[in-house]
């Protein structure tokens, strides 16, 4: 843990100053009023003794939406209830369906993006509350309600930040950004099927960053590197703080502001490392173990894969236009 913190400041430009770390009043306000609402879940899901309640891409969405106030995911409020319930209820009932789990990943993704689609909607974390039933293999309605509810409380709440009224809408998910997650998903389930690794088969975290990288224009190596750092940290946070507090909500009062400072560290906004350390809490005990290394090997694969992709898009635009 103490060489990632390292490695983390290392990769810091000389020329970046502190500034950038410290938060304002208002920034300050957002972090404790979303941390709240994470630890008011993970506190439910305590008193009623109900895993399934606890819900880590809440993390990520209350991240990006009340804290980050991302444009491209507070832009229209009313998806950011309609399209994580949507996936969630798409990956509850997949997860009934007799098939193997690698076969209900692909699957549920390949719906995630058609629904998705349909709602003209880029909201990445979509697709972790879709995975995550199918991962924990979520049984109980509980599940659901909770979606319902704490999606709806993220939505109220981007309504009463008003912030959504100076964001730009985002584009429509391009044909060729669908092509390319399915096919790159499809490789990554079928190669840790082949090994027999199928537990590995839906890191939701990794899926989200994935996704929101391949629609930008541009993604460079330590950009990458910044984005693994913050991945494999955040789990092996998650992960050891739960091996020393086997409770839920001490383990995400702890592991919550570690992931904080990590990006502070690294001095990037990215909401899905958020997910991982309530990710640990909820994992059968043969993903939690390995839930570092995965996370390692996905990100790589993911992130790795996406900077090569955007290197040879970038090359045969430039051969295109000089050509013309």
């Not at 979520?138 to 709806?152: E, M, P, R, V």
């Not at 990006?263 to 990710?279: E, G, N, T, W, Y």
């Amino acid at each position: 843990m103490l060489s990632l913190f390292s490695f983390a400041k290392a990769s810091v430009l000389k020329g970046e100053t502190n500034h950038h770390m410290q938060l304002n009043t208002i920034e300050k306000r957002n972090y404790l009023i979303g941390f709240s609402l994470i630890i008011f879940m993970v506190a439910t899901a305590t008193f009623l003794n109900d895993f399934e309640i606890i819900l880590p891409e809440i993390g990520a969405l209350t991240a990006g939406t009340w804290i980050y106030q991302n444009d491209g995911w507070i832009n229209q409020p009313t998806k950011i209830f309609l399209a994580p319930s949507g996936t969630a209820i798409i990956g509850f009932l997949i997860n009934q369906l007799k098939i193997n789990y690698a076969q209900k990943v692909l699957l549920g993704l390949l719906l995630m993006l058609i629904l998705l689609k349909v709602l003209k909607s880029n909201l990445a974390p979509s697709f972790a509350t879709g995975l995550l039933p199918i991962i924990i293999n979520a049984t109980h309605w509980s599940f659901i309600i909770a979606i319902l509810i704490f999606t709806s409380i993220l939505m109220i709440g981007v309504l009463v930040q008003g912030g959504y009224k100076q964001t730009v809408p985002s584009t429509s998910i391009k044909k060729h950004h669908m092509l390319v997650f399915t096919i790159m998903a499809a490789v990554w389930v079928g190669t840790v099927w082949f090994f027999g690794f199928s537990q590995m088969a839906a890191i939701p975290p990794v899926m989200v960053v994935f996704f929101e990288v391949l629609q930008k224009p541009n993604y460079n190596w330590r950009m990458a590197c910044k984005h693994f750092i913050a991945l494999v940290g955040a789990a092996t946070i998650g992960v050891l703080i739960h091996l020393i507090f086997s409770s839920w909500l001490l383990s995400a009062l702890i592991a919550l502001p570690l992931v904080f400072l990590l990006l502070q560290i690294l001095k990037i906004k990215l909401p899905a490392a958020f997910a991982f350390p309530l990710l640990a809490l909820v994992l059968p005990k043969n993903m939690f173990h390995m839930l570092p290394i995965t996370a390692i090997l996905a990100t790589t694969f993911f992130l790795g894969s996406m900077v090569l992709f955007k290197k040879i898009v970038s090359i045969n635009q430039t051969s295109s236009n000089f050509n013309n």
